[in-house]
């Protein structure tokens, strides 16, 4: 059997174990130090020298905090982007809050303005104006903001972005997760960078910011004994896997080449096959660190579905998968309000996210284009 080539797999930039071995030497084993303050600071530096960054346990514990600091209270209604991972819906839940799912348009993937207006629209007049908006980046693609921000400001509601999956991606020339209110990053393993596991909310003022370190840290007030007016939660990143970060962070411009890469190869792969689109920018004011690399499979053209070409992938031993399932078709949020049309049920029935590592070897990728050139042209 082939060794086994992966979606998305860590790929180390080699000081990581530096930073570790510092924490360890100066006893810094706690979620707080030199590697959380070197890393908020080196993702500051990244994304625009005018923001907050709170390093946290997870992209989802981000989304969490957020939803709670832009004032979402039990029975509350937030509008969130029906085509993405459960996690950017799920602390919506952890709310005690009710999901309005809304679709996707064509060209980006993510949420369409027109569906997002119709969405608040309807519920305001319902008497529940939706408390906040998730937008996502899917797969490291902007979405269209200067349509989704005006919205946002035109009603008076808070802008979360999910940028889980687009860190170094930009819009305009703005970095992903600087838009909104609040930005969502998360280090997961399969992310394109990772700290095995973690998180980070990207807040605009040091009032947002101390807020959600304050949160995340189980909400001490000031006081010599443990004191508490609010609910906290223990969501600060740990010293360690901030070390991770850092030497992570040396390395974020070469892995979003080696991405964009990746997207170019399968271009290149499938601009003499008829029938299949590589998800690509609609035009230069979108710039995607094309975490994953996907494809549309358009079964009256090829007389192929993206299902077969997943099991001739899976045969080699090489990992691919179906986008993302929309929200709204999912068991757990079948009652939830849904706004759009057909648009992410289509792609998720057509569209299939292919290898798209950083660290793909030349001969791991001959053998992707052998098995998508058999595939298709028999
Ligand atoms: C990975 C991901 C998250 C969750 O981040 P974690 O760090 O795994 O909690 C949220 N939203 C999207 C779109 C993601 O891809």
Same mark, same amino acid.
Not at 249 to 272: C, N, P, Q
């Given at each position: ?8 797999? +860590?790929?180390?930039? *080699?000081? @990581?174990?530096?930073?570790? /071995?510092?924490?360890? %030497?100066?006893?810094? #084993? !706690?979620? &707080?130090? +030199?590697?959380?303050? *070197?890393? @908020?600071?080196?993702?500051? /530096?990244?994304?625009? %020298?005018?923001?907050? #960054? !709170?390093? &946290? ?322």
């Amino acid at each position: 059997m082939n060794n086994k080539i992966w979606l998305s797999s +860590p790929h180390m930039g *080699g000081n @990581e174990q530096k930073y570790i /071995n510092e924490a360890f %030497k100066e006893n810094w #084993v !706690a979620p &707080l130090g +030199p590697n959380v303050n *070197g890393f @908020e600071e080196d993702l500051e /530096n990244f994304l625009n %020298k005018n923001v907050k #960054v !709170a390093a &946290l346990s997870a992209g989802t514990a981000a989304i969490h905090l957020a939803l709670i600091e832009s004032g979402v209270q039990y029975g509350d209604e937030v509008i969130c982007q029906s085509m993405t991972f459960s996690a950017s819906a799920n602390p919506i839940a952890y709310c005690g809050a009710t999901p309005v799912f809304v679709d996707s348009e064509k060209e980006t993937w993510n949420i369409c303005p027109k569906a997002l207006r119709e969405a608040i629209e309807v519920r305001i007049q319902k008497g529940k104006k939706p408390k906040a908006i998730i937008v996502v980046h899917l797969y490291g693609m902007p979405a269209k903001m200067d349509e989704i921000t005006a919205i946002s400001k035109e009603f008076g509601i808070d802008l979360i972005e999910d940028a889980a999956e687009a860190l170094g991606s930009t819009y305009k020339g703005q970095a992903c997760g600087t838009f909104g209110r609040f930005g969502v990053l998360s280090f997961n393993g399969n992310k394109i960078i990772t700290t095995s596991g973690g998180g980070a909310l990207v807040c605009h003022t040091k009032e947002d910011q101390d807020k959600i370190v304050f949160l995340s840290t189980q909400a001490r007030d000031n006081a010599p004994h443990y004191q508490h007016s609010h609910i906290g939660f223990n969501y600060r990143m740990s010293n360690i896997v901030a070390g991770i970060g850092r030497g992570q962070m040396e390395v974020l411009k070469d892995r979003i080449e080696a991405r964009r890469g990746m997207h170019s190869f399968y271009v290149d792969i499938f601009k003499d096959i008829d029938g299949v689109d590589v998800f690509s920018e609609p035009n230069t004011d979108f710039y995607s660190n094309h975490w994953l690399s996907a494809i549309i499979v358009n079964p009256d053209i090829t007389g192929k579905n993206r299902e077969d070409l997943r099991l001739a992938f899976l045969e080699d031993n090489i990992e691919s998968r179906p986008l993302w399932k929309p929200m709204h078709l999912q068991p757990v949020f079948a009652d939830a309000p849904y706004y759009g049309t057909n648009i992410s049920e289509k792609l998720f029935e057509d569209g299939l996210c292919l290898p798209s590592g950083s660290n793909l070897t030349e001969e791991e990728k001959e053998r992707i284009a052998t098995i998508i050139n058999k595939f298709f042209k028999g």
